[in-house]
């Protein structure tokens, strides 16, 4: 299953709402899950079950979307909030991920 | 705490083999999946393999299918990559990473807990 992620870049500003696309080839139902990187880090899990917040993370993240097409949003965006954002595939194997999106300022 | 620390990466020639190892601590390691996810440099995220709880059931990429073993020995606690026929497009950052939840495998699952990674550099 591939999944194709948009944009590949964005420039934002704090304080903006920023919205990322992840289009699946194949319906996934709701077996997606959001990852945030940063430089030379490992990937950290923000969404899982397309829709549902990991333990932790602010509430500014949230994510919807089922089937073929999910989106990440996040509301208000923060100055660490500035990283790769991938989506990934659990609905069967091989586990894909998204191509990503780099944050920038 | 939950850890999991990666180490065997290393310079090697094309064709070579190296076996990565992942020792983790702080949870119960028989009763979760585990996968191995690589980036290569500058590049996105792979999903590798992936093996259940138990060690019986294992699960593999297409790019790395008969070449890569994975396997896990729990008294050990300890997740194993056997990497064989290396060539240039395997040289990576090689993350271990854990399941969220326990779960026979790790379809359905999010990774929670992830290493710093080990570098695979496959070079003449």
């Known amino acids: 299953i591939q999944l194709t992620q948009s944009p590949s870049f964005l420039s934002a500003s704090v304080g903006d709402r920023v919205a990322i696309t992840c289009r699946a080839s194949?319906?996934?139902?709701?077996?997606l899950a959001w990852y945030q990187q940063k430089p030379g880090k490992a990937p950290k899990v923000l969404i899982y079950?397309?829709?549902t917040l990991q333990t932790g993370v602010p509430s500014r993240f949230s994510g919807s979307g089922s089937g073929t097409e999910f989106t990440l949003t996040i509301s208000s965006l923060q100055p660490e909030d500035f990283a790769t954002y991938y989506c990934?595939?659990?609905?069967?194997?091989?586990?894909?991920f998204g191509g990503g999106t780099k944050v920038e300022i | 705490e939950v850890q999991v620390v990666e180490s065997g990466g290393g310079l090697v020639q094309p064709g070579g083999s190296l076996r990565l190892s992942c020792a983790a601590s702080?949870?119960?390691?028989?009763?979760?999946?585990m996968s191995w996810v690589r980036q290569a440099p500058g590049k996105g995220l792979e999903w590798v393999s992936g093996?259940?709880?138990?060690?019986?059931?294992?699960y593999y990429a297409d790019s790395v299918k008969g070449r890569f073993t994975i396997v896990r020995d729990n008294s050990r606690d300890t997740l194993y990559l056997q990497m064989n026929s290396l060539s240039a497009e395997d040289t990576a950052v090689y993350y271990c990473?854990?399941?969220?939840?326990?779960?026979?495998?790790?379809?359905?699952?999010?990774?929670?807990?992830w290493g710093q990674g080990t570098l695979v550099t496959v070079s003449s």
């Open positions: 990473a854990k399941n969220s939840w326990i779960a026979v495998a790790p379809i359905y699952v999010p990774s929670d807990y």
């Open positions: 702080g949870f119960t390691f028989s009763s979760y999946a």
């Open positions: 093996i259940s709880g138990g060690g019986s059931s294992t």
């Open positions: 194949q319906g996934i139902s709701s077996y």
């Open positions: 079950d397309a829709s």
């Open positions: 990934q595939q659990l609905s069967s194997y091989p586990i894909t």
